[in-house]
């Protein structure tokens, strides 16, 4: 493939960097990126990917826009209110960028048709919120070799790790299961200030970014977790766990499915947090 | 004894990681507790012991996105 000349200089920013060059644009151009939840994490994740240029864009989320989504998830726009958050999110990555190939499907995510949404796939992107998605996601990735990069975000915290299967710790090697139903608020009452998710979200690609070029140190075997009230990163190192239900050395789970749906049932605030 | 906990060094009575929890009001199903780089099983919490120096670190639930 060759670029355009207004491709040139629309990527001129990167071509100028060494560390990507025409041929690094050349492998985000023919990368594939599928992207799991077109919402808070999502929404940053696809923008900057497809201002990027990167090749194929798959997109699944089957919820329609509310107003309040519109606080952080900035694919979406008033006008879109109430129309699906994957057609919504199509028509702004074609304004910004119509380089970039979409692909929608207005589906949840599900263990029976999870490997098959992602095998065409080079990176997946964990954008959705609630655990049991986002373990049947670590699973699918594990079974099919794909890169992950993990997020999850939660009032004022955001976490980013990304797994490259057979090589890295996964999502279950540090939390073998999901909590109790009930103990950790994973849903929308918890609150979320909305730039954590643009913070994570925009880590999340840059992740996706150093994976397809193979540039830098990928942030596997370290979880970044980040407190926006203390504008603080914390990085804790972690190593696949031999007793790891999944990618350990006599793993129970040897076939993908879905944990159970948690109630959005919440302790005390302060039950969470340390200090 | 003094450990460190998530980065910050904290005074804690001396035990197994699951006093420590404890002490720290934290419910031990919330957490993943790696203790010196070493993830701690849940079911070796009350029986893998914490000395001076070592360090914590408490990873939270996030289960967030959208
Ligand atoms: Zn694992």
């Known amino acids: ?275 | 004894m003094q450990i460190t906990i998530n980065g910050k060094p904290e005074e804690v009575q001396a035990g197994t990681v699951m006093d420590v929890l404890k002490q720290k009001d934290i419910d031990p199903h919330m957490v993943a507790v790696e203790l010196n780089t070493q993830i701690v099983e849940r079911d070796q919490l009350a029986t893998t012991n914490v000395q001076d120096g070592d360090k914590v670190e408490f990873l939270f639930y996030m289960g967030g996105g959208a």
Do not use: W
């Open chain 1, 1 to 275: 493939m060759s670029f355009t000349e207004e491709q040139i200089t629309r990527y001129s920013r990167h071509i100028l960097l060494p560390e990507v060059g025409g041929k690094g644009q050349k492998k985000i151009a023919q990368a594939k990126v599928f992207v799991v939840g077109a919402g808070g994490l999502g929404s940053p994740v696809a923008l900057y990917l497809a201002a990027a240029g990167i090749g194929t864009l798959g997109l699944i989320d089957g919820d329609v826009v509310d107003r309040s989504n519109l606080q952080r998830q900035v694919l979406h726009h008033t006008p879109d209110v109430g129309r699906s958050k994957v057609q919504s999110a199509k028509e702004k990555i074609f304004l910004l960028n119509p380089d970039v190939n979409v692909e929608t499907y207005e589906d949840r995510f599900t263990a029976s048709n999870a490997m098959d949404y992602i095998a065409p796939y080079d990176v997946v992107i964990d954008g959705v919120d609630t655990f049991p998605a986002k373990f049947l996601i670590n699973d699918a990735c594990y079974f099919a070799g794909k890169p992950l990069v993990h997020g999850g975000i939660l009032r004022f915290e955001g976490r980013v790790f990304s797994i490259v299967p057979g090589q890295s710790a996964c999502y279950r090697c540090v939390f073998p299961e999901p909590p109790p139903p009930g103990l950790v608020p994973s849903c929308q009452e918890a609150g979320i200030i909305g730039v954590v998710a643009g913070i994570i979200g925009t880590i999340q690609a840059t992740e996706a970014l150093k994976l397809i070029l193979g540039i830098g140190d990928p942030l596997t075997d370290r979880i970044l977790d980040f407190d926006a009230r203390k504008t603080a990163f914390r990085e804790i190192r972690v190593k696949r766990n031999p007793r790891c239900p999944l990618c350990g050395d006599h793993p129970d789970i040897t076939e993908l499915f879905e944990h159970e749906q948690e109630a959005c049932q919440l302790q005390a605030p302060g039950a969470l947090g340390i200090s």
